[in-house]
């Protein structure tokens, strides 16, 4: 039988294997398998893979699910994640099998873990001889159980190993090499988690309500948990609605001002003055919201959106005529600018009167009262919620239209249908919009304790789009970039340098400026008016968005939600003593850290040239084209395949030795 070196798995793709299966096995045998019940202060009812239940909860009587099932699936998602080990290790071709058949295991546990803790909520909902107060105690202990970090590491190296034994086949190799830009931040995230992990063991003692002592291996299980809890509630705002809109609320400054960071960054630039840009933007979309014209009644919130880009964009534009007439330092010049901003918006709310060359002035910008804030917005320069934007709902009830969703889905198939069409992305819209209309008045009832998620929101999703456009698909945008890249080749190239930085400053300035809307127009500190305790600091956050998102609009997005997610996630967190929202800002700080060196990964995984260009001289002193990232099969394809250059170097090279003769 011949044997086909092709078939094996590369050696990157066997150690990712080798390592995600072993994390696998390794975190069935170490840690927790799931949670079986909690407390109101994080106290668990643990269940190892060996069968032990610890009860570390204040309810030492409460009646468990069966667990049989769930033990069941467990051993068997273990035996497949050792046999992942040893195909790794042999660079088998079928480890994406068992790795496929070990994530498939992991999540079974995972819905039949669910199904009978389900089974005790509606157990205790149905029983009334319990009393009320009781009986949401224990709705609420077993709700708050499910898989711990045993099923999560079983579904995620799984995922992992399958996904490596796919990469041998040439089309899931290319949808793989799609995804590379994703490797530092995803890296980077998992560093972090790892670090604040390590933290979280180190600093924070094991939660333990039922008064008994712990043993070496069961203090091991409860800190195993804690680290679980502590990240399971900072991402779980993405599981319920409440939690999510609030996660959408946090998240939207931080959109506007991570594409202002990421816009400058794209065309060479160092934008640090978001937070003046934002201050700016707000004292003018305040202004014409207070000041403004009643008569034209909801005609004043365009003008007013339309004066918080354009106080932004001003911000922007002077550091950008500094270093384009002078050649003055734009992070330096941002810098200042926040302070001037600051004594500005200082000195227009802060106090009804001011002193000048000794004779004193009254302001009419400050609202009565002892707290610095300028006077309400009116009705028509308020920017509504989300719920009452998308409730169709009838008779008081709250039901969100399914338009938004059944359009995204529309645009997506219809784009991915039209792709070889001529204009086929203005047919999709055409068709995405044609769904939202028909689908308008179709809701889903809701239940929400107020949000003050408003149609910012919205805003930032255009801006998002706005900068996708202009930077790719457009003429300035390329010459933006081009400055970004190299000036003087620009330069040569017909395009200004001066122009470019300009536009790009004052376009940069326009998004963090867009921020202040949230937050006056949108009423997001709970009043519709320029207050003192605005978070100009969402500006310096941007920073770290904008590194985390790659500088792209997409990254930056999903950045912000990343963000806002675990901002919201840490009030939860707060249920531990002596864990503290701190914990948050140690994450990012981690987070952006790694991302800044680059994940610590190597730039030929990162970044790999083309293997074309790649050469590793052989025994016969031939270039061969490095297999950098190539799976064995497209490997081979490309040693047998001559180069062109190096054969026409050879020729020239005699001809030239034979002339010389």
Same mark, same amino acid.
């Given at each position: 039988?011949?044997?086909?070196?092709?078939?094996?798995?590369?050696?990157?793709?066997?150690?990712?294997?080798?390592?995600?299966?072993?994390?696998?096995?390794?975190?069935?045998?170490?840690?927790?398998?799931?949670?079986?019940?909690?407390?109101?202060?994080?106290?668990?009812?643990?269940?190892?893979?060996?069968?032990?239940?610890?009860?570390?909860?204040?309810?030492?009587?409460?009646?468990?699910?069966?667990?049989?099932?769930?033990?069941?699936?467990?051993?068997?998602?273990?035996?497949?994640?050792?046999?992942? @080990?040893?195909?790794?290790?042999?660079? *088998?071709?079928?480890?994406?099998?068992?790795?496929?058949?070990?994530?498939?295991?992991?999540?079974? *546990?995972?819905?039949?873990?669910?199904?009978?803790?389900?089974?005790?909520?509606?157990?205790?909902?149905?029983?009334?001889?319990?009393?009320?107060?009781?009986?949401?105690?224990?709705?609420?202990?077993?709700?708050?159980?499910?898989?711990?970090?045993?099923?999560?590491?079983?579904?995620?190296?799984?995922?992992?190993?399958?996904?490596?034994?796919?990469?041998?086949?040439?089309?899931?190799?290319?949808?793989?090499?799609?995804?590379?830009?994703?490797? @530092?931040?995803?890296?980077?995230?998992?560093?972090?988690?790892?670090?604040?992990?390590? @933290?979280?063991?180190?600093?924070?003692?094991?939660?333990?309500?039922?008064?008994?002592?712990?043993?070496?291996?069961? &203090?091991?299980?409860?800190?195993?948990?804690?680290?679980?809890?502590?990240?399971?509630?900072?991402?779980?705002?993405?599981?319920?609605?409440?939690?999510?809109?609030?996660?959408?609320?946090?998240?939207?400054?931080?959109?506007?001002?991570?594409?202002?960071?990421?816009? *400058?960054?794209?065309? &060479?630039?160092?934008?640090?003055?978001?937070? &003046?840009?934002?201050?700016?933007?707000?004292?003018?979309?305040?202004? @014409?919201?207070?000041?403004?014209?009643?008569?034209?009644?909801?005609?004043?919130?365009?003008?007013?959106?339309?004066?918080?880009?354009?106080?932004?964009?001003?911000?922007?534009?002077?550091?950008?005529?500094?270093?384009?007439?002078?050649?003055?330092?734009?992070?330096?010049?941002?810098?200042?600018?926040?302070?001037?901003?600051?004594?500005?918006?200082?000195?227009?709310?802060?106090?009804?009167?001011?002193?000048?060359?000794?004779?004193?002035?009254?302001?009419?910008?400050?609202?009565?009262?002892?707290?610095?804030?300028?006077?309400?917005? !009116?009705?028509?320069?308020?920017?509504?919620?989300?719920?009452?934007?998308?409730?169709?709902?009838?008779?008081?009830?709250?039901?969100?239209?399914?338009?938004?969703?059944?359009?995204?889905?529309?645009?997506?198939?219809?784009?991915?249908?039209?792709?070889?069409?001529?204009?086929?992305?203005?047919?999709?819209?055409?068709?995405?919009?044609?769904?939202?209309?028909?689908?308008?008045?179709?809701?889903?009832?809701?239940?929400?304790?107020?949000? !003050?998620?408003?149609?910012?929101?919205?805003?930032?999703?255009?801006?998002?789009?706005?900068?996708?456009?202009?930077?790719?698909?457009?003429?300035?945008?390329?010459?933006?970039?081009?400055?970004?890249?190299?000036?003087?080749?620009?330069?040569?190239?017909?395009?200004?340098?001066?122009?470019?930085?300009?536009?790009?400053?004052?376009?940069?300035?326009?998004?963090?400026?867009?921020?202040?809307?949230?937050?006056?127009?949108?009423?997001?500190?709970?009043?519709?008016?320029?207050?003192?305790?605005?978070?100009?600091?969402?500006?310096?956050?941007?920073?770290?968005?904008?590194?985390? &998102?790659?500088?792209?609009?997409?990254?930056?997005?999903?950045?912000?939600?990343?963000?806002?997610?675990?901002?919201?996630?840490?009030?939860?967190?707060?249920?531990?003593?002596?864990?503290?929202?701190?914990?948050?800002?140690?994450?990012?700080?981690?987070?952006?850290?790694?991302?800044?060196?680059?994940?610590?990964?190597?730039?030929?995984?990162?970044?790999?040239?083309?293997?074309?260009?790649?050469?590793?001289?052989?025994?016969?002193?031939?270039?061969?084209?490095?297999?950098?990232?190539?799976?064995?099969?497209?490997?081979? !394809?490309?040693?047998?395949?001559?180069?062109?250059?190096?054969?026409? *170097?050879?020729?020239?090279?005699?001809?030239?030795?034979?002339?010389?003769?």
């Amino acid at each position: 039988m011949t044997h086909l070196p092709d078939s094996r798995l590369s050696p990157a793709a066997a150690r990712i294997a080798l390592t995600a299966s072993a994390a696998a096995a390794a975190g069935l045998l170490l840690f927790p398998l799931a949670t079986l019940g909690r407390g109101f202060d994080a106290d668990p009812v643990l269940l190892h893979l060996s069968g032990t239940v610890i009860n570390l909860s204040a309810n030492p009587d409460a009646p468990l699910p069966p667990t049989g099932t769930v033990l069941a699936l467990g051993w068997a998602a273990l035996a497949l994640a050792v046999a992942s @080990v040893v195909g790794a290790l042999r660079r *088998a071709p079928w480890v994406w099998l068992t790795g496929l058949l070990t994530a498939m295991l992991g999540i079974a *546990a995972v819905v039949t873990l669910g199904l009978g803790l389900n089974e005790q909520t509606a157990r205790i909902a149905a029983d009334t001889t319990l009393r009320p107060g009781f009986k949401r105690q224990l709705r609420s202990f077993y709700e708050s159980g499910g898989m711990n970090l045993a099923l999560f590491l079983t579904v995620l190296g799984g995922l992992m190993t399958a996904g490596a034994g796919l990469s041998r086949f040439p089309a899931w190799w290319e949808r793989f090499n799609r995804l590379r830009g994703l490797l @530092v931040p995803a890296v980077a995230i998992s560093l972090a988690v790892l670090v604040g992990a390590v @933290v979280v063991l180190v600093v924070q003692p094991a939660v333990n309500a039922s008064g008994t002592p712990l043993t070496p291996w069961t &203090g091991w299980l409860a800190k195993s948990d804690l680290v679980y809890f502590v990240y399971s509630t900072l991402f779980a705002p993405v599981t319920a609605l409440n939690p999510l809109l609030e996660s959408l609320k946090l998240a939207t400054p931080l959109i506007f001002t991570g594409l202002s960071v990421a816009f *400058a960054f794209r065309t &060479g630039l160092f934008n640090i003055g978001a937070p &003046g840009q934002l201050t700016m933007g707000a004292i003018l979309a305040m202004l @014409v919201g207070v000041y403004g014209p009643a008569s034209l009644g909801w005609g004043l919130l365009p003008l007013s959106v339309l004066a918080a880009a354009l106080g932004g964009a001003l911000w922007g534009a002077i550091p950008g005529v500094l270093k384009a007439r002078f050649g003055s330092s734009e992070v330096i010049n941002t810098i200042m600018l926040n302070y001037v901003a600051s004594a500005i918006f200082i000195f227009l709310i802060g106090s009804n009167t001011f002193t000048f060359l000794g004779r004193e002035y009254s302001l009419p910008f400050k609202a009565e009262g002892f707290e610095p804030a300028s006077q309400e917005l !009116q009705e028509g320069a308020r920017l509504p919620t989300l719920l009452n934007l998308f409730n169709v709902g009838a008779q008081g009830t709250t039901a969100l239209t399914v338009a938004p969703l059944a359009a995204l889905l529309v645009y997506a198939a219809a784009r991915l249908a039209l792709r070889r069409t001529p204009r086929g992305g203005w047919l999709a819209l055409g068709a995405a919009l044609l769904a939202a209309v028909l689908t308008w008045r179709v809701g889903i009832p809701v239940t929400v304790i107020g949000s !003050q998620l408003n149609a910012s929101f919205l805003i930032a999703l255009a801006c998002v789009g706005l900068f996708g456009v202009l930077m790719w698909r457009t003429a300035t945008g390329y010459a933006l970039r081009a400055v970004g890249l190299s000036p003087r080749a620009a330069e040569y190239g017909g395009i200004s340098v001066a122009r470019g930085t300009i536009l790009a400053m004052t376009l940069a300035g326009m998004f963090a400026g867009l921020a202040g809307t949230h937050y006056v127009n949108g009423g997001a500190l709970d009043e519709y008016r320029l207050k003192a305790n605005m978070p100009v600091s969402v500006g310096f956050d941007g920073i770290a968005v904008a590194l985390m &998102g790659q500088n792209t609009p997409a990254g930056v997005m999903a950045a912000s939600l990343l963000f806002g997610t675990i901002d919201t996630g840490s009030v939860g967190v707060q249920r531990l003593e002596n864990i503290s929202r701190d914990i948050v800002v140690v994450l990012k700080a981690l987070i952006v850290l790694f991302i800044a060196a680059g994940g610590f990964l190597s730039r030929r995984v990162t970044d790999p040239p083309p293997p074309q260009l790649a050469g590793a001289t052989g025994g016969g002193g031939n270039a061969v084209p490095a297999v950098v990232g190539l799976t064995p099969s497209v490997a081979a !394809q490309e040693r047998a395949t001559p180069n062109p250059n190096v054969t026409v *170097a050879s020729e020239t090279n005699k001809e030239v030795t034979q002339g010389e003769s």
